[in-house]
Antibody, heavy 116, light 111 residues
Framework: EMQLVESGGGLVQPGRSLRLSCIGSELTFRNYWMHWVRQAPGKGLVWVSRINSDGSLTSYADSVKGRFTISRDNAKSTVYLQMNSLRVEDTGLYYC?????????WGQGTLVTVSS | EIVMTQAPLSSPVTLGQPASISCRSSESLVHSDGNTYLSWLHQRPGQPPRLLIYLVSTRFSGVPDRFSGSGAGTDFTLRISRVEAEDVGVYYCMQATQLGTFGQGTKVEIK
């Protein structure tokens, strides 16, 4: 099973930017759609964004559209989430997950805290 | 945006007894390709979610057969035939027919 490891989280002020990374352990990384899902402390799961296997198709939740950008580098087995104009409500644990119609494999998450 | 509504939000269960969770979508989850992208996930405290069921009723690799999924269109159900101690945690339904949406989660705990 492909392992996924997220990084790039941290404490950031409102209005600033952060880039998350997620690296996959398998050479077949390039075959899979990838997603970002976030979870605020003590709350439920919220789908954020997805990208298809070659990076040509991307989708976003309304709450992040225009502020977040998902991308991938299959040569590095890595998917990214560029987060701009961060808001307090963007705080949470950000997971990357592999899959198309279902999320089969998840990383451990990276924590993003947006606070002044 | 498709809204997913789960019930109940909390479910105290007795070990060895069955449990079921309902998930209702605000629109039909039948995709134009004919598939229904409704899945169920389980999250234990401090851990990432793990996939249990996909395409409404297909168990993911390694998932015990006490878990089953059913439903169609807008109404779906996850059933646990005999609850075991390791089944505690929060269960989420998720649709991926139109972007992605999760239900609010149902917390399963032992009485």
């Amino acid at each position: 099973e492909m392992q996924l490891v997220e990084s790039g989280g941290g404490l950031v002020q409102p209005g600033r930017s952060l880039r998350l990374s997620c690296i996959g352990s398998e050479l077949t990384f390039r075959n899979y759609w990838m997603h970002w899902v976030r979870q605020a402390p003590g709350k439920g799961l919220v789908w954020v964004s997805r990208i298809n296997s070659d990076g040509s198709l991307t989708s976003y939740a309304d709450s992040v559209k225009g502020r977040f950008t998902i991308s991938r580098d299959n040569a590095k087995s890595t998917v990214y989430l560029q987060m701009n104009s961060l808001r307090v409500e963007d705080t949470g644990l950000y997971y990357c997950a592999r899959g198309g119609g279902s999320l089969e494999s998840w990383g451990q998450g990276t924590l993003v805290t947006v606070s002044s | 945006e498709i809204v997913m509504t789960q019930a109940p939000l909390s479910s105290p269960v007795t070990l060895g007894q069955p449990a079921s969770i309902s998930c209702r979508s605000s629109e039909s989850l039948v995709h134009s390709d004919g598939n229904t992208y409704l899945s169920w996930l389980h999250q234990r405290p401090g851990q990432p979610p793990r996939l249990l069921i996909y395409l409404v009723s297909t168990r993911f690799s390694g998932v015990p057969d006490r878990f089953s999924g059913s439903g169609a269109g807008t109404d779906f159900t996850l059933r646990i035939s005999r609850v075991e101690a390791e089944d505690v945690g929060v269960y989420y339904c998720m649709q991926a027919t139109q972007l992605g949406t999760f239900g609010q989660g149902t917390k399963v705990e032992i009485k």
